[in-house]
């Protein structure tokens, strides 16, 4: 399995997320480990149909609506792998070539604007991109959606934000801040892999499989913006 690509549409997969609204900006969920800050202001909802899935949204009925989620995988080809061998596999960037490939897989005119690794204030390494692409062959209007993965042996976290393109770019503080919010369990990745056998490192999984997750956020996105 490819773990890029299944993250790259894991990132997107909920950003119409629905469920429990919840009233502080402050969320966790301890069972798969993470928190994260949402925007004061932003309408707050958990997924039951994703357990650990949690999406907010900024700025509902007016023409800066933006959407901004978490997703969570457990298990995957890292789960073989050390924190320490993660981290080191995670710091080369994938590069612009992958998400491009991606981003052209499934919406037709996707464009990568920027691409790149770095060390997140988690203390875990974060694969990052900034992509872009029309609404629609008849709709003019550019949809823009920063992604951020980032993994621990347990489990793989997607954090996202969606915006049309003049909106991304004038709250692209905001969404930074919501992305550096994220914080994991401390030590939770400690012990579950103590001695690792070998293991093919992240960076050289097959990159095959890829599902329609762009297009599906997009069109999500489409439907929150009319």
Same mark, same amino acid.
């Given at each position: %399995?490819?773990?890029?690509?299944?993250?790259?549409?894991?990132?997107?997969?909920?950003?119409?997320?629905?469920?429990?609204?919840?009233?502080?900006?402050?969320?966790?969920?301890?069972?798969?480990?993470?928190?994260?800050?949402?925007?004061?202001?932003?309408?707050?909802?958990?997924?039951?149909?994703?357990?650990?899935?949690?999406?907010?949204?900024?700025? @509902?009925?007016?023409?800066?609506?933006?959407?901004?989620?978490?997703?969570?995988?457990?298990?995957?080809?890292?789960? =073989?792998?050390? @924190?320490?061998? !993660?981290?080191?596999?995670?710091?080369?960037?994938?590069?612009?070539?992958?998400?491009?490939? %991606?981003?052209?897989?499934?919406? =037709?005119?996707?464009?990568?604007?920027?691409?790149?690794?770095?060390?997140?204030?988690?203390?875990?390494?974060?694969?990052?991109?900034?992509?872009?692409?029309?609404?629609?062959?008849?709709?003019?209007?550019?949809?823009?959606?920063?992604?951020?993965?980032?993994?621990?042996?347990?489990?793989?976290?997607? !954090?996202?934000?969606?915006?049309?393109?003049?909106?991304?770019?004038?709250?692209?503080?905001?969404?930074?801040?919501?992305?550096?919010?994220?914080?994991? =369990?401390?030590? %939770?990745?400690?012990?579950?892999?103590?001695?690792?056998?070998?293991?093919?490192?992240?960076?050289?999984?097959?990159?095959?499989?890829?599902?329609?997750?762009?297009?599906?956020?997009?069109?999500?996105?489409?439907?929150? !913006?009319?």
């Amino acid at each position: %399995m490819n773990f890029r690509k299944a993250l790259f549409g894991l990132a997107v997969l909920l950003s119409g997320a629905a469920g429990g609204a919840h009233a502080a900006q402050s969320y966790a969920d301890p069972k798969v480990g993470y928190s994260v800050e949402f925007p004061d202001g932003w309408v707050v909802a958990t997924e039951p149909s994703a357990p650990g899935a949690v999406a907010g949204v900024g700025g @509902q009925g007016t023409p800066e609506l933006r959407v901004c989620l978490v997703t969570v995988v457990t298990g995957g080809p890292q789960s =073989k792998l050390s @924190q320490a061998q !993660i981290n080191q596999d995670m710091r080369a960037p994938f590069g612009d070539s992958f998400w491009q490939e %991606m981003a052209g897989n499934s919406v =037709k005119g996707a464009k990568v604007e920027s691409s790149g690794s770095r060390e997140h204030p988690s203390t875990l390494v974060a694969q990052e991109a900034l992509l872009s692409f029309n609404f629609s062959a008849t709709d003019p209007r550019v949809m823009r959606m920063n992604i951020s993965v980032m993994m621990t042996p347990q489990y793989i976290y997607s !954090i996202g934000c969606s915006a049309e393109a003049s909106v991304h770019t004038k709250h692209k503080a905001e969404f930074l801040t919501f992305v550096n919010s994220f914080r994991h =369990k401390a030590g %939770m990745e400690a012990g579950v892999n103590p001695a690792p056998g070998s293991a093919t490192p992240v960076a050289a999984q097959d990159k095959s499989v890829l599902g329609s997750a762009i297009s599906r956020a997009a069109e999500i996105l489409k439907n929150k !913006i009319k």
